[in-house]
């Protein structure tokens, strides 16, 4: 197994959504690989329509309702403790205040009507949002900084409760799948589950649909074949991803796509009055067009990324700010590409395939280096699409990008996790001189082989 994988493995055991998205889970180094390397256990994540009864409805909405509230009812708890100063309030403590205490008393009394592990379920993730915002601010946890909790509104357009075995939840043989106080509710199985699951979700949307997302524990993983070829990618916006061996896929674009269609409802929307009853039907044919153009995206995706990582033993793509170019005049056509969620379907699939992927630094020239001589040029404006390198070479621009950051990934994430120095390059004619520029082009990136 490569560095890279290893790193990833050791630290997290990595979460497929089926047809939805993915999402790790933090697990123990020890029980990640063996001494071999080799992945022992993989969780799996598949998430399948289910259709309630409106009697089931009505339950799950209960059961959405009290969740809420015991999360709003520990952080406020918590938040008053530190207000007063007091201690923080520990999980336990908390959990015998806002469950056990609350149940006895007339203004809580209907939080028995559910089951009680949604309700345990919903402190825990109270608890590992506090877990995140203080590992955050004290510098242990990397990346963007996490705020801490907030109350969750009725209103929300997504709501969630999770069952775990303490609930003994279970798939009858029919299909069905019987949930404490809830009932058995009606599943539309696309697949068969690998293993008996630890857990579900029950999850409703804004366009009123509801999912089953069951947490599954396979022996291991599936890996395919090794193969010679590795890749790199240019992420792009006419071109969702240029190949470094030259192949282009066109952007889909599937928001622009249905805007019309999402136009003509958003202007039916704004014409209704507030708190209507047609405003409510209106928001939530909005919300079913949206999630249709989110399905449509991700069913793309979750396909072109199973298609690299199978026909690459390695994939090396650049590390963008979706952030920042989420604030500029591109940023519509930014959302609508869905970088960040395409390169974090590569991430978990090259780690649960056994295959190497990598993140070139965003700071990385490979748009101005020249793949043949690593020259690095002025910069370009964004309408030119090629060029020509004083070497001699004629470069389009997305291709040399995606050369560049393959010659990149290879450098940082070669079998032995060692730098690679650039091998010599003989230089033009007209550049067998000495230029200060020149002299310093090379060596500004040290560590890149270049092709």
Same mark, same amino acid.
């Given at each position: 197994?490569?560095?890279?994988?290893?790193?990833?493995?050791?630290?997290?055991?990595?979460?497929? %959504?089926?047809?939805?998205?993915?999402?790790?889970?933090?697990?123990?180094?020890?029980?990640?690989?063996?001494?071999?390397?080799?992945?022992?256990?993989?969780?799996?994540?598949?998430?399948?329509?289910?259709?309630?009864?409106?009697?089931?409805?009505?339950?799950?909405?209960?059961?959405?309702?009290?969740?809420?509230?015991?999360?709003?009812?520990?952080?406020?708890?918590?938040?008053?403790?530190?207000?007063?100063?007091?201690?923080?309030?520990?999980? =336990?403590?908390?959990?015998?205040?806002?469950?056990?205490?609350?149940?006895?008393?007339?203004?809580? =009394?209907?939080?028995?009507?559910?089951?009680?592990?949604?309700?345990?379920?919903?402190?825990?993730?109270?608890?590992?949002?506090?877990?995140?915002?203080?590992? !955050?601010?004290?510098?242990? &946890?990397?990346?963007?900084?996490?705020?801490?909790?907030?109350?969750?509104?009725?209103?929300?357009?997504?709501? =969630?409760?999770?069952?775990?075995?303490?609930?003994?939840?279970?798939?009858?043989?029919?299909? &069905?799948?019987?949930?404490?106080? %809830?009932?058995?509710?009606?599943?539309?199985?696309?697949?068969?589950?690998? !293993?008996?699951?630890?857990?579900? #979700? %029950?999850?409703?949307?804004?366009?009123?649909?509801?999912?089953?997302?069951?947490?599954?524990?396979?022996?291991?993983?599936?890996?395919?074949?090794?193969?010679?070829?590795?890749?790199?990618?240019?992420?792009?916006?006419?071109?969702?991803?240029?190949?470094?061996?030259?192949?282009?896929?066109?952007?889909?674009?599937?928001?622009?796509?249905? $805007?019309?269609?999402?136009?003509?409802?958003?202007?039916?929307?704004?014409?209704?009055?507030?708190? !209507?009853?047609?405003?409510?039907?209106?928001?939530?044919?909005?919300?079913?067009?949206?999630? &249709?153009?989110?399905?449509?995206?991700?069913?793309?995706?979750?396909?072109?990324?199973?298609?690299?990582?199978?026909?690459?033993?390695?994939?090396?793509?650049?590390?963008?700010?979706?952030?920042?170019?989420?604030?500029?005049?591109?940023?519509?056509? @930014?959302?609508? $590409?869905?970088?960040?969620?395409?390169?974090?379907?590569?991430?978990?699939?090259?780690? &649960?395939?056994?295959?190497?992927?990598?993140? @070139?630094?965003?700071?990385?020239?490979?748009?101005?280096?020249?793949?043949?001589?690593?020259?690095?040029?002025?910069?370009?404006?964004?309408?030119?699409? /090629?060029?020509?390198?004083?070497?001699?070479?004629?470069?389009?621009?997305?291709?040399?990008?995606?050369?560049?950051?393959?010659?990149?990934?290879?450098?940082?994430?070669?079998?032995?996790?060692?730098?690679?120095?650039?091998?010599? @390059?003989? /230089? #033009?004619?007209?550049?067998?001189?000495?230029?200060?520029?020149? =002299?310093?082009?090379?060596?500004? @990136?040290?560590?890149? !082989?270049?092709?």
């Amino acid at each position: 197994m490569n560095t890279l994988c290893r790193n990833f493995v050791t630290k997290t055991k990595w979460t497929c %959504i089926a047809k939805t998205q993915c999402l790790p889970v933090r697990m123990p180094a020890s029980s990640a690989i063996n001494q071999h390397d080799t992945v022992l256990l993989v969780q799996l994540r598949y998430q399948f329509r289910v259709y309630p009864t409106p009697g089931q409805q009505i339950e799950l909405a209960r059961a959405f309702g009290c969740a809420r509230v015991v999360f709003n009812d520990g952080l406020r708890l918590r938040q008053q403790a530190r207000e007063q100063g007091l201690p923080y309030v520990s999980d =336990a403590e908390l959990s015998k205040r806002v469950i056990t205490k609350a149940k006895t008393t007339p203004e809580r =009394a209907w939080l028995g009507e559910v089951s009680s592990v949604v309700l345990q379920q919903a402190l825990a993730d109270l608890n590992t949002a506090y877990r995140n915002f203080f590992a !955050s601010i004290t510098g242990k &946890r990397k990346g963007r900084k996490f705020a801490p909790p907030r109350f969750r509104s009725r209103k929300d357009n997504r709501q =969630a409760i999770r069952f775990t075995k303490n609930s003994r939840f279970r798939v009858l043989d029919n299909g &069905r799948l019987r949930l404490p106080k %809830i009932g058995d509710l009606d599943v539309r199985w696309s697949r068969t589950l690998p !293993s008996d699951p630890s857990s579900v #979700a %029950i999850i409703r949307d804004a366009a009123g649909r509801h999912f089953a997302s069951f947490v599954v524990t396979i022996d291991q993983a599936e890996r395919p074949p090794p193969v010679e070829s590795e890749v790199g990618i240019d992420l792009g916006l006419t071109h969702f991803a240029v190949m470094s061996d030259g192949t282009k896929i066109t952007a889909p674009k599937f928001l622009r796509r249905a $805007a019309r269609k999402l136009k003509r409802l958003q202007q039916d929307l704004s014409r209704k009055t507030r708190g !209507s009853n047609r405003r409510k039907k209106a928001v939530v044919k909005v919300a079913r067009a949206h999630a &249709r153009v989110a399905d449509t995206r991700r069913d793309w995706q979750h396909k072109l990324s199973t298609t690299l990582i199978r026909e690459n033993q390695a994939v090396y793509v650049e590390d963008l700010c979706v952030t920042g170019l989420g604030r500029t005049r591109l940023a519509k056509s @930014v959302h609508d $590409a869905g970088w960040a969620s395409f390169t974090s379907m590569l991430e978990y699939k090259a780690a &649960r395939y056994g295959r190497t992927f990598g993140r @070139v630094d965003r700071f990385f020239p490979s748009t101005r280096m020249c793949s043949d001589c690593g020259r690095i040029n002025d910069k370009m404006a964004l309408n030119i699409r /090629a060029w020509n390198c004083p070497c001699g070479s004629h470069h389009d621009r997305d291709v040399n990008a995606a050369k560049n950051v393959k010659a990149a990934g290879q450098a940082d994430f070669n079998d032995r996790g060692a730098h690679v120095r650039p091998g010599l @390059v003989p /230089a #033009a004619r007209r550049e067998a001189v000495t230029h200060p520029d020149a =002299a310093c082009s090379t060596r500004s @990136v040290e560590g890149i !082989s270049f092709l």
